[in-house]
């Protein structure tokens, strides 16, 4: 297709067909959060007779969380045309942290969460930094940080163990109720708010193209660092999130996100090439990697097998995203 | 490489030799640069760490990375990255001690089927990425995890009848006897190399690898298959991998479940180091070869400096840092 009539396809195109086309990997990923659900939901009847409680759902949602906040902070970093691999180590250091210094009573618990954000906060301003600024590709700077991230947990906490308070997990991950899906609403709430911040503006602008951006007046390299600090403050939160359901740490627990964050992204229909896509959507490809643990559980497969029917989701899940979003497109 | 061609003059002969080549090819001078001085810091930390016998382990060790980095490279050099490196690796070496069940006889056999299955593996990675357009980073993980699902589901966990095989003596031998007093396993390193470097140079392939990485519109206008080529080096990748799974269990003996994980992003940061461009079409296999010596050896020098666990992950991170930041820098914009 030449420029010409692509231009002129989008002249052609409706408020509403646009509307449909900017959004069809948000709605995808809704959808397949839906139907992920009503599998999950349909194969626990089939199984135990009953439909999922207050139980089942509160441990969805605790288990989520770390993988949610974990995966949020990799959107932006993606969003801006980066990769963020160190996420696993920021979180096996900040789990590590909450594990040896956190002590019961508000302050210390407040105190520690504040200077664990903090610390996140640090790590990615490194990588920002490096990035922006030292001219390095993301994908390489994170590869390097993972390391002296992982290394650094390994000191802070060398055996797994140590422990959180027990009001710190009740607060995180109350195992009452899935009132974690509170910090889901903020999480929805906070993106709504930064895509309308200048910030917010210039991270996508310079995700659709760097060049051009600058050329506006976009500070690319300062907004750069400022993506990849807000990263290491959701990979921070993803840390504690992590010690308060598991209630200890361990400094290699983290490791996991560096690809379910991605496996997230992906799903949540972020586009690898930058510039597009939403965190809600990412939520919903984190609670469906949760879900789908659920769902092969109760399909009995074995869970020696778990990974390959993972593996094969993520693929299947892109292809069917590519081909529903050529057909949309094509319409217009 | 290209010395000695050039005329006499009066100006120190290496100065000119370095100026006349191009910055990747400096680059690789680099490499190896790097790689002669962890020796040499080794050793005076630590004497006898650059004695023959010392170099030849550190050099076994370091050739798993290399043949692992050398699919890695070839898949940067188009622009995309393998992440399915971990779990091919590991299924290749269960599949090559269940399928030759310790026997001779099948070693051959079993060696084939491997690299088989490297290839199978790396063609669909390459029909993922090429032909259905899936991002390499997403198809290669999803790559990673099926097999991974895979190997563990066939084997039981690794705890199937022959899982506890022993690979063949004949391919143990690869790593464990010598020839002329260097281990087989380096001549193999050094025959991929040079093939490798052929096949990157002196060819049309590798001129359709280069012209892809800089830039595919231009290398599709200009009548090149990029999806097929594309394709093919996946399944170098794949073979790649493969071969790196039946080495490092010709060196273990066994099969061990997670034996891949650490050649994953080993293999990247080597061909990194070694100068390959991580956005494609920069960069050259004796690069990438001196970054897995580079790194196995600065790993080597930290455990003789018994360093514990944490540092030696620090220090190695940093290291990558440091060496990214004297010559991985991009072009300054505008």
Redesign the interface.
């Known amino acids: 297709m030449t420029s010409v009539t692509q231009a002129e396809h989008y002249r052609s195109r409706s408020r509403f067909q646009h509307f449909t086309i900017q959004s069809a990997p948000l709605l995808l990923a809704l959808i397949m959060l839906a139907g992920m659900a009503a599998l999950y939901i349909g194969l626990f009847y089939r199984q135990l007779s009953r439909l999922p409680g207050n139980f089942e759902w509160t441990s969805v949602v605790n288990t989520s969380m770390p993988l949610v906040f974990a995966a949020v902070g990799q959107s932006i970093v993606v969003v801006t045309r980066g990769?963020d691999l160190s996420v696993g180590g920021m979180i096996d250091l900040t789990n590590g942290l909450a594990a040896t210094h956190m002590h019961a009573g508000t302050g210390s618990m407040l105190a520690w969460s504040l200077l664990v954000l903090l610390i996140g906060g640090a790590g990615g301003a490194i990588n920002g930094i490096?990035v922006a600024y030292?001219?390095?590709?993301p994908?390489?700077?994170t590869?390097?940080?993972?390391?002296?991230f992982?290394?650094?947990?390994?000191?802070v906490l060398?055996e797994p163990g140590g422990a959180v308070p027990l009001e710190y997990t009740k607060f995180l991950a109350n195992p009452n109720g899935p009132w974690g899906l509170a910090f889901v609403v903020l999480i929805g709430a906070a993106w709504l708010v930064f895509r309308r911040t200048r910030f917010g503006v210039d991270v996508f602008a310079i995700g659709n193209d760097e060049?051009a951006a600058?050329a506006h007046g976009v500070r690319?390299r300062a907004t750069k660092v400022g993506a990849y600090v807000l990263a290491g403050m959701f990979s921070a939160a993803a840390g504690l999130f992590l010690a308060a359901t598991t209630t200890s740490g361990d400094a290699t627990s983290g490791d996991v996100f560096v690809?379910t964050s991605?496996?997230a992204v992906?799903l949540g229909g972020i586009s690898?090439?930058g510039g597009r896509g939403s965190a809600i959507g990412t939520v919903a490809g984190a609670f469906v990697l949760t879900l789908l643990i659920n769902v092969l559980f109760f399909a009995d497969i074995?869970p020696?097998?778990?990974?390959?029917?993972?593996?094969?989701f993520?693929?299947v899940a892109?292809?069917l995203g590519?081909l529903i979003r050529r057909l949309v497109g094509m319409r217009g | 490489m290209t010395s000695g061609t050039e005329s006499v003059a009066p100006e120190p002969r290496w100065r000119q030799v370095l100026a006349s080549l191009t910055p990747d090819r400096r680059r690789v001078l680099y490499a190896f640069g790097a790689a002669i001085l962890v020796f040499v810091v080794g050793d005076l930390l630590h004497s006898g760490f650059a004695s023959t016998a010392s170099v030849k382990a550190i050099l076994v060790i370091a050739s798993f990375v290399g043949f692992v980095a050398a699919g890695q490279t070839f898949v940067i050099l188009v622009g995309g990255i393998d992440l399915s490196v971990p779990w091919v690796l590991n299924g290749a070496a269960i599949l090559l001690v269940t399928s030759s069940l310790g026997r001779d006889g099948r070693a051959a056999q079993a060696i084939l089927l491997t690299l088989a299955l490297g290839l199978v593996t790396g063609l669909a990675n390459g029909i993922g990425v090429a032909y259905l357009a899936v991002p390499a980073v997403v198809m290669t993980l999803g790559m990673n995890g099926i097999m991974e699902g895979l190997s563990l589901g066939l084997s039981k966990g690794l705890t199937c009848a022959s899982c506890a095989s022993y690979a063949p003596k004949a391919v143990q031998n690869i790593v464990r006897s010598d020839v002329l007093g260097v281990p087989a396993d380096l001549f193999l390193w050094l025959g991929i190399a040079i093939v490798i470097t052929f096949l990157l140079n002196a060819t049309t392939f590798g001129r359709r690898i280069y012209a892809i990485g800089n830039n595919d519109t231009a290398a599709f206008l200009a009548g090149i298959n990029v999806r097929l080529v594309t394709v093919v080096l996946y399944m170098l990748s794949g073979l790649f991998a493969a071969l790196g799974g039946i080495v490092l269990v010709a060196y273990g003996g066994q099969a061990t479940l997670g034996m891949g994980d650490p050649y994953l992003f080993q293999s990247i940061a080597a061909a990194v180091i070694g100068g390959v461009s991580i956005l494609g079409g920069r960069g050259h296999y004796l690069g990438a070869l001196a970054g897995s010596i580079t790194l196995v050896a600065l790993v080597s020098v930290l455990l003789a400096e018994n360093m514990p666990d944490w540092g030696r992950s620090v220090v190695y991170g940093g290291a990558i840092l440091v060496i990214l930041l004297l010559y991985g820098r991009e072009r300054r914009h505008l």
């Open positions: 990769l490096l030292g001219r390095l590709q994908i390489l700077v590869l390097a940080t993972l390391s002296i992982q290394g650094l947990a390994i000191k060398p060049e600058r690319v690809l991605i496996a992906v690898f090439f074995n020696l097998y778990q990974s390959f029917f993972q593996g094969l993520l693929v892109v292809l590519t």
